[in-house]
Every structure is written in C-alpha cells, then in structure tokens.
C-alpha cells in the first residue's frame, strides 16, 4: 500500500484541507469563498494537468463484478469481460481513468465488511498507481429497510418509511450517523440516499416504503436529518431522485415513467425536501429518469433536461454540488435515445457523474467524441470534473484513501450500534387495527403461534426469511411458536397446509406483502380467519395491505422484512414494547379509494 506521502505527492499535494464547507451550497458567499481559496486554485491546477482522457474517465461511477480489485473469481472475470471488456476493477481504472466505482451485492462486492475494504484498498491502490493516479470515489445503494447492498454483520437500520412512522429527527439523524460511519469503515464515501420523494401513489412500484412518507414538510425535516447523519460520518449523501418520483405508476427501471403534475404541485409537493437537503449541505443529487412536462415540456427525461438540472436545480434552488445520474442502465432513460447519445444529453443538460451506462465503452467513446467534434467543451467537462475532485477532497479521500482492519473491526456492526438499531425500529413499528383488545397477545392465552406468509428475499441477501424471523423472536419471549412458508402468492396446496396447520393453534401471525384484491394471500388470510383461531397480520413492506384485509382484528405495520423491523414488530406483538408509530402516509378504503381509511398519523397505543 502507497505511504500517505506518495499519496499526496502523486496528487500534487492536495489534502483534506481542499475540502469544500459542508454548507458551501446553501451559502453562495462560502461557495465564492472556496472557489476563491487556495486550495481550490490547486484543485484546478490539478484539472488543468489530466489528459481529456483522464477527464472523460473521471465522471463515469462503473460497476465491476467481483470481490477483489485484482484476483476476483473466473465467473466474474467472465462477467467483466462480457459487459466490460476488461477483466478486473484495476483493469477498468486503467484503461478508462473512471472517477467512481459502485457496488453491488449481485455483482459480489459485498461478502463482509473485512472483504470489501480490501476491495475498496485494491481500487485505490490501483487507481493511485496510475500516472497522475487520482483517488476513486467509491459508492453504493445503502438506503436501509428494503434497499440494502451491505448486510449482516454490518448494521441494517431501519428503512425510510420506518424512519417516518417514528417521526423522529434524532434518530433520522442516528441511523444516518451510524451507517455513513460503518460505509466509511469499509471505504465507501458516496451513499446514494437518503430517498427524497415524497409517495403520494401508493401504487408506487418503485418508490414506496424507500420514501419518508406523503407529507412533504415531514419528509423534508427527516431528509434534512438523515443528510447531517450521513454527512456528519465523513460519507456524502445523495438526496435522490429529483425532481421526485413519489407519483408514478411505472418503474423507470423498466418504463419511462410521466409526472402529471403542475408546477404549482410540484412546487409544493416535490421540491421541499430537494430544498431542505441542499440547505442541509447536501453533497451530491441523484436525477431521475421521469418526464415531467410542467417542467419541461420536451418529452425529455428529467436526467436529460436541461431546464430541470440547470434551470431549476442548479438556477432556482441554487445547488452547486455534485449532480448525478441514476443507473443510464435503466429503461426511462434509454427509452428516447441510443446509449452513444444519453451520456452526452446528461453532460449538457448539467449532470456531473454519469453512473453505470450499459456499455462503459460506447459511453466513455461518445463523450470523448463529442468534446472532439464541438459538441461539448472541455471547459463543460471541466466544471464536473473540479465538482467530483471537491468532493474527494471534502471526503480526505486524498489524504486517507484507505481503510483498515481495525477501523473495521471497531465500528461496523458493534453492540451499540446493533442496540440503536433495535431501540429505533421499536419506535416505528405502527399498530393499525386492534379490535377487542386482541393485542399484545399473552403468553397465557396465546402460548402456542403458528407463523405464516410471505417470505420476499433480503434485502441484503443475509437476513430472514420473516416468517422464521418472527417466529424465533417470539419463542425468545416465551412463546412455542411454529412457521411456515407460504409465499406472496400462495397455491391452493399451501394454503390448504396452512390452515391445517392453524388447528390447535391459540394465534396465527400473518406477515403481509403488497396484498392486491385478485391475490391470494387475501385468500389466504380469509381461510385462515375460517378457522376461528386469532388471526393477526404484520405488514412486511407497504402499509397498504390492511385495506385489502378489513376482517382482520389485529394489525402491525413494520415497513421492512429486514431482521431489525420484522424483530421490533414481534416485541410489539408480545407487549415486551408499546407500539409508538404513526402512519406517515394515508391508507384509502379498498372499495372506494378516494375515501381515506386510516389518515397520515394513525397509529394505536397499549
């Protein structure tokens, strides 16, 4: 590993001092004070030295499949020479300068926290080991709740939505606080999150319980919180993803979703929390690939609009940080344009760091063509590349690039944190229907509890099943407890098996997931209410199900399946803690949805 002194003097002597206020953006006198400043005059002295090359390189964040920088295993050389025509990470910074690397746990970067900051070590000392080698700004999805790239022994907090049910800034804040400071620990200083939309759909297919919640105010003010945690941690947060995709129907991993709403709306709906994270400081802000014509009526997604990320972003709410895509892999923005065009239109339109093109070699190509032939300048690239070399140095990525065991072993996944994380989960867990006092149920009248329902996939590929989950938690409250896998759409044969196995039974525990009228887990629930044995749900992801299930008598909302929300649900359930959450969006009647059932705030108590 380089010494710090060949580290700073391969990057011409700048160090953490070069950093940018952390409220540079909210405050344009900062922001000409930095621009101003010495180091940043090295900064540019810095830019002004790269190649264009190094320049292109330096605004595309790639993925690279594997485990280790240099000796990942045949299958993932095979991947990365399928999608990426190189073999390894170093490699990929060798042959095109890329400024960030984005893990992922399917691409197998993320085996335990030891693995991947030796990872994180092996792309820094490739890309330093370069001819004026800069250091990698290293990224991932660690949004917590149902999008998590890091799992267990890591600490998994609880989600957005979670976060909105307990209404508490301070712990917003916290679970901020703790996991920038393990990502840090394991070399990662980008964390796209927190989610700023706002989910007024609650057919949302994309967004849903990674929101806050429906009430832009109350999204904003834990949006602003979850900024200070992360950025208080030395990780730079990503508020994502503007200008707000809380109401679409479509996924715009798969389709080009449409945002129908006015100015006015979005105004008032939409661009509170993206106002409340930049007078936050917030680092970096993640576009979105939706079209919304009140903004701009090109028909251009908002990742491509120039009227949306320089006219608004950067002239209206005056945000001077780094801008970066969504995945350029996704469908809603390769619906209108070729993958050789969509790099450059998001360079023009203002974006900084183009993030994970389908082809790494058609995109970097496309944009060194274009500063070429004229299209763009190189001042334009430039301007994103000073933005990116800010922010590394804000982040002392050019002091300390590296990673040690013992930080790892020091902060990530310690007893404290662990315990904060279940002391916040319990704060969200939101009791929604308790009729007849069903609730908690009793070790004496309810001893024996059969555990059902739908077991989605971790989150993060090292926790669950929720079923077995919940039922191990409540046999450590003193339960005798059996579980059984019945799946989000459970055949006739399951549910048959599961209602047999509901006889003799003093309580069945249902976990929920995105319960739909023609599904069968309302038939599933219906035959197991049959059996008049007590019959209680927990929604594992959206609130929503109880509408769909209006018989049942008693019901929990815990927002995630992850291990910390499903086990605080089932400490809920025994009575061991109160149910303190409150419901941050409505939940309209099923048979009639412009009538609402529960309003933003409904939760019951013990």
């Known amino acids: 590993m380089?010494?710090?002194?060949?580290?700073?003097?391969?990057?011409?002597?700048?160090?953490?001092?070069?950093?940018?206020?952390?409220?540079?953006?909210?405050?344009?006198?900062?922001?000409?004070?930095?621009?101003?400043?010495?180091?940043?005059?090295?900064?540019?002295?810095?830019?002004?030295?790269?190649?264009?090359?190094?320049?292109?390189?330096?605004?595309?964040?790639m993925r690279v499949y594997g485990h280790s920088a240099t000796a990942p295993d045949q299958a993932d050389i095979d991947a990365n020479l399928q999608e990426l025509g190189v073999r390894t990470a170093a490699e990929l910074l060798a042959k095109y300068r890329v400024g960030g690397i984005i893990y992922f746990s399917w691409a197998h970067n993320t085996r335990d926290p030891h693995q991947i900051a030796a990872l994180s070590n092996g792309i820094q000392r490739a890309s330093l080991g370069l001819p004026r080698g800069l250091p990698v700004l290293i990224s991932t999805d660690q949004e917590h709740g149902i999008v998590a790239r890091v799992g267990k022994p890591a600490t998994l907090l609880p989600g957005a939505m979670a976060l909105g049910a307990g209404g508490s800034r301070t712990d917003a804040r916290e679970a901020?606080?703790?996991?920038?400071?393990?990502?840090?620990?394991?070399?990662?200083?980008?964390?796209?999150?927190?989610?700023?939309?706002?989910?007024?759909n609650p057919a949302n297919p994309?967004?849903?319980?990674?929101?806050?919640?429906?009430?832009?105010?109350?999204?904003?003010?834990?949006?602003?919180?979850?900024?200070?945690?992360?950025?208080?941690?030395?990780?730079a947060a990503t508020a994502k993803h503007f200008p707000g995709h809380g109401d679409t129907a479509v996924d715009s991993h798969y389709g080009f979703p449409v945002i129908e709403h006015t100015r006015e709306q979005w105004t008032a709906l939409d661009a509170p929390p993206f106002r409340a994270a930049i007078r936050a400081g917030i680092d970096s802000i993640m576009t979105a690939h939706i079209m919304v014509p009140a903004l701009d009526p090109s028909g251009d997604p908002a990742t491509l609009s120039r009227p949306i990320l320089t006219g608004i972003l950067r002239g209206e709410l005056g945000y001077d940080g780094v801008v970066v895509t969504d995945s350029l892999g996704m469908q809603g923005v390769r619906e209108k344009y070729g993958d050789d065009q969509v790099p450059v239109l998001a360079l023009k339109a203002g974006v900084d760091q183009l993030l994970n093109p389908p082809s790494i070699d058609v995109a970097w190509h496309a944009v060194l063509a274009a500063v070429r032939a004229g299209e763009l300048t190189e001042a334009r690239l430039d301007e994103s590349v000073l933005r990116i070399l800010r922010l590394k140095a804000k982040l002392g990525l050019f002091e300390r690039p590296y990673v040690s065991d013992a930080g790892v072993d020091r902060v990530v996944g310690i007893g404290?944190?662990?315990?904060?994380?279940?002391?916040?989960?319990?704060?969200?867990?939101?009791?929604?229907?308790?009729?007849?006092?069903?609730?908690?149920?009793?070790?004496?009248?309810?001893?024996?509890?059969?555990?059902?329902?739908?077991?989605?996939?971790?989150?993060?590929?090292?926790?669950?099943?929720?079923t077995a989950v919940l039922a191990a938690e409540l046999a450590s409250l003193g339960f005798t407890t059996t579980s059984l896998s019945t799946g989000t759409t459970p055949a006739q044969?399951?549910?048959?098996?599961?209602?047999?196995?509901?006889?003799?039974?003093?309580?069945?525990?249902?976990?929920?997931?995105?319960?739909?009228?023609?599904?069968?887990?309302?038939?599933?629930?219906?035959?197991?209410?049959?059996?008049?044995?007590?019959?209680?749900?927990?929604?594992?992801?959206?609130?929503?199900?109880?509408?769909?299930?209006?018989?049942?008598?008693?019901?929990?909302?815990?927002?995630?399946?992850?291990?910390?929300?499903?086990?605080?649900?089932?400490?809920?359930?025994?009575?061991?803690?109160?149910?303190?959450?409150?419901?941050?969006?409505?939940?309209?009647?099923?048979?009639?949805?412009?009538?609402?059932?529960?309003?933003?705030g409904h939760g019951l108590r013990y």
């Open 176 to 200: 901020g606080r703790i996991g920038g400071a393990e990502l840090r620990a394991i070399g990662v200083r980008q964390d796209y999150a927190p989610v700023a939309d706002v989910n007024v």
């Open 2 to 61: 380089p010494s710090r002194r060949t580290v700073l003097a391969a990057t011409a002597g700048v160090t953490a001092a070069l950093a940018v206020g952390t409220d540079a953006q909210a405050d344009s006198a900062d922001s000409a004070d930095s621009a101003d400043s010495a180091d940043d005059k090295r900064l540019r002295a810095l830019v002004s030295r790269m190649t264009l090359e190094e320049k292109v390189g330096q605004l595309f964040v």
């Open 493 to 600: 044969a399951v549910i048959d098996q599961a209602v047999a196995a509901a006889r003799g039974k003093d309580a069945v525990v249902v976990a929920t997931y995105n319960v739909t009228a023609a599904g069968t887990q309302r038939t599933l629930v219906s035959r197991l209410l049959a059996t008049g044995v007590p019959v209680v749900a927990v929604a594992v992801r959206n609130p929503y199900d109880v509408a769909q299930l209006p018989d049942v008598k008693g019901y929990l909302a815990s927002y995630s399946w992850t291990d910390v929300e499903v086990r605080a649900a089932a400490r809920v359930l025994a009575g061991r803690v109160a149910p303190r959450g409150k419901l941050p969006v409505p939940v309209q009647r099923a048979d009639d949805p412009a009538r609402v059932l529960y309003p933003i």
């Open 206 to 235: 994309v967004i849903g319980v990674r929101s806050f919640g429906a009430d832009p105010k109350a999204v904003s003010g834990l949006v602003a919180a979850q900024v200070k945690g992360y950025q208080g941690a030395g990780v």
């Open 416 to 466: 404290r944190h662990l315990d904060a994380a279940d002391r916040i989960a319990e704060r969200t867990t939101t009791l929604l229907v308790n009729e007849g006092s069903l609730l908690p149920l009793s070790r004496r009248t309810h001893r024996n509890v059969l555990v059902v329902g739908a077991d989605p996939a971790s989150p993060s590929g090292t926790t669950g099943p929720p």
